[in-house]
């Protein structure tokens, strides 16, 4: 089926899959530390199992991003 | 290697000195590892030791940055009292694959660096810091 990924259209092999398996199928290393949207709309973590795509559907997904110099400060 | 006009490396700068002392995050967007358009981000953790991005204001960016046919190059943050380098926890939440981790340091005379960090390995990317 076509979906519409990251703004791309792409077409995956299976029909019927859920957010879960199509962050596997695009190999992402950490889906927990993902954020999805399906058609504009957020996926939450725990629903991604249970979440399916279909045909046409928009989504977009990103990785948390976050950082910082921790405890590296330096005292003058 | 990384393009960044020196017009937006000033812009980049500008933020992270109107933040301090508080981390300054934000994204650069363009095309063929040049640098076009910093957009300045919300640090969601207000601290002057840690960033997070707001996801919904990932997503409006990265789809505004589509819209104009941009992509999103890298994320860059300061460490407002501290050298250019990723931090262990830099290191920890490197998560995203694609993009190039920009960091610069407020400490004098202030440093831009970029870092691409994949599952704990972290290697220095070349900033040109063109006209």
Do not use: W
């Not at chain 1, 290393?29 to 504009?40: K, R, T, Y």
């Not at chain 2, 934000?26 to 957009?39: E, N």
């Not at chain 2, 300061?78 to 250019?84: D, I, L, V």
């Amino acid at each position: 089926m076509d979906l519409i990924i990251n703004g791309l259209t792409e077409k995956v092999e299976q029909d019927n899959l859920t957010v879960a398996e199509l962050l596997t199928a695009k190999k992402v290393e950490a889906p927990e530390m993902v954020s999805v949207q399906l058609n504009g709309e957020f996926v939450r973590r725990a629903d991604f199992a249970a979440t399916p795509v279909k045909e046409n559907d928009a989504v977009d997904f990103l990785y948390f991003m976050g950082g910082g110099a921790d405890n590296e400060r330096i005292c003058h | 290697m990384l393009t960044i006009g020196r017009k937006l490396v000033e812009e980049i700068y500008a933020h992270g000195f109107a933040e301090a002392p508080l981390e300054a995050c934000g994204y650069l967007a363009g095309r063929d590892g040049v640098a076009s358009k910093y957009y300045p981000m919300t640090n969601v953790d207000q601290s002057a030791e840690h960033f997070t991005l707001d996801p919904q204001e990932q997503f409006a960016v990265v789809k505004e940055a589509r819209q104009s046919g941009l992509q999103i190059l890298a994320v860059a943050h300061t460490h407002p009292a501290s050298p250019a380098r990723p931090s262990p926890e830099d290191i920890r939440l490197a998560y995203d694959p694609n993009v190039l981790y920009v960091i610069y340091s407020l400490l004098e005379p202030p440093t831009i660096k970029a870092f691409r960090i994949r599952q704990g390995a972290v290697s220095e990317e070349k900033i040109n810091a063109g006209a």
